[in-house]
């Protein structure tokens, strides 16, 4: 009864022991699941293992804790997912596990070995260069599906998705020597991640480093790799390469329902031209690498003469949202903000429909503002600005006010049963202007207008004898518009264009302020409007075929959020010889003329 799986599974379990363990495993899970067979059990063990939820077993305790730790790895397989967390192998569970998908694990070795302490995933690796070369070494056999140009048409614009918003450069070679050599390929191909025939694991791709294969992506030649396909048969090949280059360039899987870093294969992402990462993927690789900086162009090649015509990108129909974004959005530098918030050790504008994010280090993430309603999933769309946020202490939920009403966030879903009326804080039945948690004391303060309360958020309740004068701020002006608690261990108050600062336990303002918020926070030199259509654009566009790199109108660098920026003009390695192939501005005519 005991299959080939379990027993390799179990095999530094002392067999005395094995009978006890059987029970144990089957007792529940087919309790649970009367439906569940044998072979069932085996896939989803199997399954267990190879993503990383399920650690070899203790040879000194493991059958101790060979029941827990499989409901456990379901749990965590389950909660990764979005599944319910059950802790069994239910239908929902079996058929996740069944979704063609990377054969990267999502919990790493690191991760699993450390037990119960958990740690954070080992360090991710990242390149050390800015500079990469890539090659398609071998093809989908089968070509009727996929021309071989259009292959490496939609490899180009798969990495072009990182590099648009990355200081990241790739370039095509044809040597044998490509830091992310790309194959299609079948079953076992000597790297201990073999295929699995079609369906199953569809790709993988191996982490920046020093080995050989570091960068490395190959696809299984098992799977019928479609582009633009009319129906939903085969994989889309530009959905999965994105993918598989954030590997390549050092991302990890994740759990977050808007990503392309999801280990499930999420269908078609739409034409590879227009794509734009979701905003959860371009904060991580702005933490690995920093954001493109805007005016070094350091794609443009060092002598024309001597490298490959950059491709001709294709004309874009005019994006109508993009447009409607552009001049809805506010001005960063010109205009106050309704709220600002602390949340996760990051800082948070919020100003209309839109937010900006800034990293611990206050470095601005994007000069672009973000949509509030698309990141904060569960606020009414219509909503057209907040009145306070902040972090709650003790779970650390995000909660939103407007008007009489609040929202709390678990990380950026709302929870079920919000909207509800700010007077569960008994709070006065006007709104807040501002709410904060003091790090002095660990309590929430709500403001507004004139008065101030204290509210302890571990008893949720008002603490006595609020509200108070807020004059007892010594230097702060009444009618605030936000407040938030920052890492250097200081209170930050927000009104109109200037923000106050008072240090540690004191409730007295810091002489030298009010300062500009703009200038210290918002990356705005002094007098700037820079709104959202004269944003610097990272790439080179054409316009009636002469070349027009964008300049940076601010005349500064946008922040670069790692030390290590993007090489200068000069230090351009030399690229290895491409002349054995086709151009790939003729592969872009290839993917348009297979575009319309
Ligand atoms: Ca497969
Ligand atoms: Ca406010
Ligand atoms: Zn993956
Ligand atoms: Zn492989």
């Known amino acids: 009864m005991v299959s080939l799986v379990l027993l390799k599974w179990m095999r530094n379990i002392s067999p005395e022991m094995l009978l006890l363990v059987q029970i144990l495993w089957f007792l529940p899970v087919t309790g649970a699941a009367p439906s569940l067979t ?4 085996d896939m989803g063990v199997d399954w267990l293992s190879r993503f990383g ?69 080992t360090p991710q690796n990242k390149w050390n260069k800015r500079h990469l070369s890539w090659r398609v070494r071998t093809f989908p056999k089968d070509s009727a599906l996929l021309g071989r140009d259009t292959v490496r048409a939609l490899m180009y614009y798969a990495l072009k ?14 040597g044998s020597d490509a830091d992310i050599q790309i194959d299609f390929t079948k079953a076992d191909h000597n790297d201990g991640y073999p295929f699995d025939g079609p369906g199953g694991t569809v790709a993988h791709a191996f982490f920046p480093g020093e080995r050989f294969t570091a960068g490395d992506t190959h696809f299984d030649d098992d799977e019928a790799w479609t582009f633009r396909s009319p129906d939903s048969h085969g994989m889309d090949l530009f959905a999965v390469a994105v993918h ?26 739409g034409d590879p031209l227009k794509y734009d990462l979701p905003y959860e993927d371009k904060v991580r690789v702005w933490q690995l690498y920093g954001v493109r900086d805007s005016v070094s162009h350091t794609n443009r090649p060092v002598n024309p003469s ?38 996760r050790g990051e800082a948070f504008f919020f100003k209309g429909k839109y937010f900006w994010r800034l990293t611990r280090e206050k470095h601005l993430v994007s000069l672009r503002p973000a949509q509030i309603h698309r990141f904060w999933r569960g ?33 950026n879903i709302v929870e079920e049963g919000y909207p509800r009326p700010i007077s569960d804080f008994g709070l006065p039945s006007e709104g807040v202007d501002a709410a904060f948690v003091w790090l002095h004391n660990d309590k929430t303060y709500f403001f507004k207008d004139n008065r101030y309360w ?60 009010p300062r500009l918020i703009a200038k210290d926070w918002l990356l705005c030199t002094e007098m700037q409007s ?46 290895s010889p491409i002349w054995l192939l086709p151009p790939l501005w003729t592969l872009s005519l290839a993917l348009r003329s297979e575009l319309l």
């Open 244 to 269: 598989e280059f954030g590997h390549a360039i050092g991302l990890v899987h994740t759990s977050a329902m808007e990503s392309i870093m999801r280990p499930y294969y999420q269908g078609p992402v």
């Open 53 to 121: 939820y399920l650690p070899p077993p203790d040879p000194v305790t493991g059958q101790l804790q060979t029941k827990e730790a499989l409901t456990k790895a379901i749990k965590a397989m389950q909660k990764f997912g979005g599944l319910k967390e059950t802790g069994v192998l239910d239908q929902a569970t079996l058929g996740l596990m069944k979704t063609p998908r990377c054969s990267l694990p999502d919990v790493s070795d690191a991760e699993v070995t450390v037990g119960r302490r958990k740690r954070s995933l």
């Open 454 to 513: 204290r509210y302890d958020d571990h008893l949720r309740r008002m603490d006595l004898g609020y509200p108070k004068d807020s004059t007892l701020w010594k230097g702060l002006p009444p009618q605030l518009d936000d407040a938030m608690r920052w890492s250097d261990g200081s209170s930050y108050f927000f009104k109109g264009k200037e923000y106050w600062r008072v240090p540690g336990s004191d409730m007295e303002v810091e002489p030298g302020y």
């Open 379 to 411: 606020l009414p769309t219509n909503l057209d600005s907040v009145d306070a946020v902040y972090e709650r202490p003790g779970d650390h939920k995000i909660v939103f006010f407007k008007g009489l009403k609040y929202w709390v966030f678990k990380d």
């Open 306 to 343: 001597q490298t490959a015509e950059p491709p001709v990108l294709l004309d874009l129909p005019e994006n109508r949202s993009t447009v409607l974004l552009a001049r809805d959005a506010p001005d960063r530098c010109s205009s106050h903000f309704d709220a600002v918030a602390q949340i």
């Open 530 to 575: 820079d709104s959202p259509d004269t944003e610097p654009k990272s790439t080179e566009t054409r316009i009636n075929g002469h070349l027009h790199p964008d300049h940076a109108e601010n005349g500064y660098e946008v922040c670069s959020c790692t030390s290590d920026t993007a090489s200068p003009l000069g230090v351009r390695p030399s690229p």
């Open 38 to 41: 044998t072979e069932q059990l």
């Open 161 to 174: 998705v990182w590099s648009d918003i990355a200081p990241l450069n790739f370039h095509e070679v044809a």
